[in-house]
């Protein structure tokens, strides 16, 4: 994959150590390990504020995972694109159905190494179910979901167990979210 913050030199260790400190002073910890797998889906939840995107990219920079990330296409146009994906992100555009499962399925089988950072509910609005894309991604590529979260009202971060897709999405999206229950979002009615 591409260039981004997350190894580019000097850059990288400044705003590690800059995420560390932010982290600190308003008060975050960390719990849960760095994922040991080469290659994997992170899940971001609950995704309930533009919030949600600093304390990830600033987890990611503790936890030392280059992370790519999607979000709505929009955010890659004019002048902000290619910081945006230099940031590590991927532009969806949620109007089409155009087989971004399979174009993601491709770059994982095309790669090495890729963490790539999706949240089920794939807007901050409540919604009331997940999307399924996050789960045919990880399936379809035969890589683990990282169980990642953001605790607004622990004010904790960080990883839980990683999950391997059975092929049963209604049974797996079961202990999935079992995992979540618990999480508070940063706008807890959102979080569904």
């Known amino acids: ?5 997350f190894d580019t030199p000097v850059i990288n260790h400044c705003f590690r150590l800059l995420s560390q400190i932010g982290l600190k002073l ?11 797998a080469r ?6 939840a609950p995704h309930t504020s533009n919030w949600d995107f600093i304390f990830i990219i600033a987890f990611a920079f503790t936890f030392r995972i280059k992370v790519f990330w999607m979000g709505k296409n929009t955010l890659f146009k004019g002048p902000f694109g290619s910081v945006m994906r230099w940031l590590g992100g991927i532009p969806v555009d949620r109007n089409k159905a155009n087989g971004l499962v399979q174009q993601v399925v491709d770059t994982f089988n095309s790669c090495t190494e890729l963490a790539v950072a999706i949240p089920p509910e794939g807007t901050r609005s409540k919604v009331r179910q997940w999307k399924s894309g996050f ?19 622990k004010k904790v971060g960080g990883f839980g167990p990683m999950f391997s897709p059975t092929g049963d999405y209604e049974a797996d999206l079961i202990k999935i979210q079992d995992f979540y229950k618990d999480m508070t979002g940063k706008h807890p009615r959102k979080f569904a």
């Open 135 to 153: 789960y045919h991604v990880a399936h379809s590529a035969g890589v683990p979901i990282a169980l990642s979260f953001l605790d607004f009202k």
């Open 39 to 44: 290659k994997y889906v992170i899940i971001a």
């Open 1 to 5: 994959m591409r260039r981004t913050i």
């Open 26 to 36: 308003f008060g975050w910890k960390l719990e849960g390990q760095r994922p040991d």
